[in-house]
């Protein structure tokens, strides 16, 4: 069973055949991820709300977050791969904003792949597969990020046609979210206010907070939240910096504050995370 909270910051990869493709829906239903499927073999149809997919071989299929999967079938020959993306891990690819808000996709999930594109997307899927699978002294999360951003380059372009109002990749909405996740990596360690980065794009917070809870489906002090959290993680990895000097480098009044943030969004303290990071390695 695929675990809700994935392991690999945010993804999990699994592969399934005809034997066990009730397995993908259940699994699919616990999880409130952005799921890209790649079927390699075989043909497969998808019952969603009122909806009915079909896709056969060499098609991609993207599930947006919340979908409701409430039948599957397939043929014999079914064979597939489902990459299992949590939002948070890819944040920062600004442009999947459209994707990710578009009824057209939604209603239309299903594409398939030709050369040279397919090829390059087949080739790119199997690669991050390859770095998923790595311990981590051979891979890194960072790597695999890269790899996911240039399939999903190749990925939107399928997609982009469905997209009935490409004039919404110039839409104003579009430019605040880019600007906001481009503030969020330089300064979001530091910055925790949502003051501001409302100050930054000129807008009013609560106008801010709306938008962006309505574009990705997650308040923005979770987004800071997370960015902060990300880089305390790191510092607690691969430094010897105490829990005090990693306080005062993320700009916490005290300690004991920073250690209430730490626990609050991620359950657990951060000794015990870097306790836990160390008997991993």
């Given at each position: ?87 948070d891990f890819i944040s920062t690819y600004s442009f999947l904003t459209v994707l990710l808000a578009s009824d057209e996709i939604k209603f239309n999930p299903v594409m398939e792949t030709e050369a040279p594109a397919g090829k390059l997307i087949w080739s790119t899927v199997k690669l991050i597969r390859d770095y998923h699978s790595k311990t981590t002294e051979e891979s890194t999360v960072e790597a695999v990020q890269y790899l996911l951003y ?132």
């Amino acid at each position: 069973m695929i675990d809700i909270k994935p392991n690999f910051e945010g993804l999990c990869i699994e592969k399934y055949k005809a034997s066990n493709i009730i397995e993908f829906r259940k699994n699919a239903n616990r999880v409130n991820k952005l799921l890209l499927c790649f079927v390699s073999k075989g043909e497969m149809s998808i019952q969603s709300n009122e909806f009915l997919f079909h896709s056969k071989k060499n098609s991609v299929i993207m599930l947006l977050p919340d979908t409701d999967i409430i039948n599957v079938s397939s043929n014999n020959e079914l064979d597939f791969v489902v990459f299992f993306i949590s939002l948070d891990f890819i944040s920062t690819y600004s442009f999947l904003t459209v994707l990710l808000a578009s009824d057209e996709i939604k209603f239309n999930p299903v594409m398939e792949t030709e050369a040279p594109a397919g090829k390059l997307i087949w080739s790119t899927v199997k690669l991050i597969r390859d770095y998923h699978s790595k311990t981590t002294e051979e891979s890194t999360v960072e790597a695999v990020q890269y790899l996911l951003y240039a399939l999903f380059e190749l990925i939107s372009k399928l997609y982009l046609p469905v997209i009935k109002n490409n004039s919404l990749l110039q839409s104003r909405s579009q430019d605040i979210l880019e600007y906001f996740f481009k503030l969020l990596n330089e300064h979001g360690h530091l910055q925790r206010s949502v003051l501001f980065y409302s100050d930054q794009l000129h807008l009013s917070p609560q106008y801010l907070s709306s938008l962006i809870k309505k574009e990705t489906g997650k308040p923005i002090k979770q987004w800071i939240s997370y960015r902060v959290i990300k880089h305390a993680q790191e510092l607690l990895k691969t430094t010897s910096l105490s829990i005090k000097e990693i306080s005062n480098h993320l700009q916490f009044v005290d300690p004991s504050l920073f250690c209430r943030y730490f626990r609050r969004c991620t359950g657990i303290t951060a000794n015990t995370y870097r306790e836990n990071y160390k008997i991993k390695k």
